[in-house]
């Protein structure tokens, strides 16, 4: 049994090459069904109606599996040529610092109202990007 098993997972990796999601499903299928059917036909000693059902449940995992067999490869090609592209990222730009302009404020009597010296600090020009 193990090894009808490790067959199939050895043979559908093979196999999967260059194909399609429909053709990985449907080697999925046809693969899951002879094995499902064969294993239930050995277990049952050929009885037709547990052959057909080992069969379908058979064809109903390697469905499955052709399907995730798949998607997995897909997902290793995108990887491959991501890191075979040689990613150049791009040069962050510098914050500049703001121009600021700084003014002492002296001592200053209004009416009543006194304001004692004090630094003011003007913005010039805002923080910006370098090119």
């Known amino acids: 049994m193990k090894t009808l098993v490790l067959f199939f997972v050895s043979l559908h990796s093979l196999s999967l090459g260059c194909t399609t999601m429909t053709k990985s499903v449907s080697f999925g299928v046809g693969i899951g069904g002879a094995v499902g059917g064969g294993v239930t036909a050995l277990a049952k000693n050929g009885e ?9 449940v058979g064809a109903a995992v390697g469905a499955g599996f052709g399907y ?34 700084m003014m002492w404020v002296p001592d200053s009597i209004d009416g009543n109202k006194f304001t004692q010296g004090h630094w003011m600090f003007r913005l010039e ?4 990007w370098s090119k």
């Not at 037709?48 to 379908?56: L, N």
């Not at 592209?85 to 121009?99: G, I, T």
């Open 48 to 56: 037709g109606k547990s052959v057909a059902i080992g069969a379908a």
């Open 68 to 101: 995730l067999a798949h998607r997995q490869q897909e997902k290793e090609e995108l990887r491959l040529k991501l890191l075979s592209q040689k990613f150049q990222p791009a040069k962050k730009p510098k914050l500049l610092k703001p121009k600021i302009k």
């Open 125 to 128: 020009a805002p923080t910006g």
